[in-house]
């Protein structure tokens, strides 16, 4: 069974510190790994990670996948308290089912002000 | 270009009736997608519906939950007979195909009483 795992489980910082938050992922036949920021409503698209070693970039938030690892981080920079949320990883499998993603059960990030 | 649409957003039932929740993909996008998210947990995925057609239920307790995509009109999940253990978050998420982000809902926040 996919598994997925995320740390920390929580996260209180203040203002303009910068946070790493980490995924790592057991998939059978892996396709891509995606991030999502859920505040309290709908989960909202960040990236999709495809390759090894590629960053992807948004503003103070970026991201990079280790295929060999099974593993991903999401980093956010200076930080602001707008970043306080649950943030998701859910790689997705490339298999029969390869529109299931697989989700963590999130990093409650809080920002103090 | 509006996003996902759920209604309702929140739900009351009491043990023994129905619940019907409703989601309209976004403009363009013919697959839908099923989630749960019970208290503490991360989204599961229940169902995957193309318009008239149900591509894979696997993640749908047999019994008391249904789901279509009609030609016209919304994706429904129906949950018959609701128990207490059915109040959960159900968020619906929409791709143009297959190999797409899915793009989430607000959900519908079922509670059983």
């Known amino acids: 069974e996919d598994k997925v795992v995320q740390s920390p489980l929580s996260l209180v910082v203040h203002e303009g510190d910068t946070v790493t938050l980490n995924c790592s992922y057991e998939?059978?036949?892996?396709?891509?790994l995606l991030w999502y920021k859920q505040e309290k409503k709908a989960p909202t698209f960040l990236f999709m990670l495809t390759s090894s070693g590629i960053e992807k970039k948004s503003g103070r938030l970026s991201s990079i996948l280790d295929k060999k690892e099974l593993f991903s981080i999401l980093n956010i920079t200076a930080t602001q308290t707008g970043d306080s949320a649950v943030y998701l990883c859910?790689?997705?499998?490339?298999?029969?089912?390869?529109?299931?993603?697989?989700f963590g059960k999130g990093t409650l990030l809080t920002v103090n002000p | 270009n509006a996003g996902v649409m759920q209604n309702p957003r929140h739900l009351v039932r009491r043990r023994g009736q129905e619940a019907r929740l409703r989601c309209s993909p976004m403009k363009g996008h013919s697959h839908v997608y099923w989630y749960r998210q019970l208290p503490e947990e991360g989204l599961k995925f229940m169902v995957y519906l193309q318009k008239e057609n149900i591509i894979d239920e696997s993640g749908m307790p047999k019994e008391r939950f249904s789901a279509e995509f009609p030609k016209e009109g919304p994706s429904i999940l129906r949950i018959q007979q609701v128990v207490r253990g059915d109040s959960a978050a159900y968020f619906c998420?929409?791709?143009?195909?297959?190999?797409?982000?899915?793009?989430f809902g607000p959900g519908t926040r079922l509670t059983v009483l």
């Open positions: 859910a790689p997705a499998d490339s298999g029969g089912s390869n529109y299931k993603l697989t």
């Open positions: 998420a929409s791709s143009p195909d297959i190999t797409d982000t899915q793009y």
């Open positions: 998939v059978t036949n892996f396709r891509s």
